[in-house]
């Protein structure tokens, strides 16, 4: 699995939205093309990119890693008074409410949930 993220200009210009965006260009690269190969190897399309993009479009297209774009939110997120919880599994969710219940018992309320399914999580299995 690869540790780069791309953004795309219309997630720079989110991210400016949230004001993070100069952080976010200091520990990234202008990706310079965009290249699609086929299994062989061969050039299958081929876009331009640089500051092209930022031209055209007035925001970016970045690439940066997945823990330095992970940093940053987080740090945004806790400057702003955001509880942060990793390593937690979610036992009941209500989308109604903005209520989650993690294991362990503990239940918080907010605007806004996030979860994340890793690579390695195991899921219960389901009856199909």
Not at 34 to 48: A, F, M, N
Not at 81 to 92: L, Y
């Amino acid at each position: 699995m690869g540790a780069g993220i791309q953004i795309p200009a219309n997630s720079s210009r989110i991210l400016h939205g949230l004001g993070v965006l100069a952080r976010v260009r200091e520990l990234s690269v202008i990706l310079q093309r965009l290249v699609i190969r086929s299994y062989r190897g061969s050039e299958l399309y081929t876009q331009p990119l640089g500051w092209g993009i930022e031209k055209k479009f007035q925001y970016p297209h970045l690439l940066i890693h997945r823990a330095d774009i992970a940093r940053i939110l987080y740090d945004e997120a806790r400057v702003r008074g955001a509880d942060v919880h990793f390593n937690s599994c979610i036992k009941t969710l209500n989308p109604t409410t903005g209520t989650v219940e993690i294991e362990g018992g503990k239940c918080y309320s907010a605007d806004l949930i996030v979860g994340a399914k890793f690579p390695r999580s195991v899921l219960p299995a389901t009856k199909g």
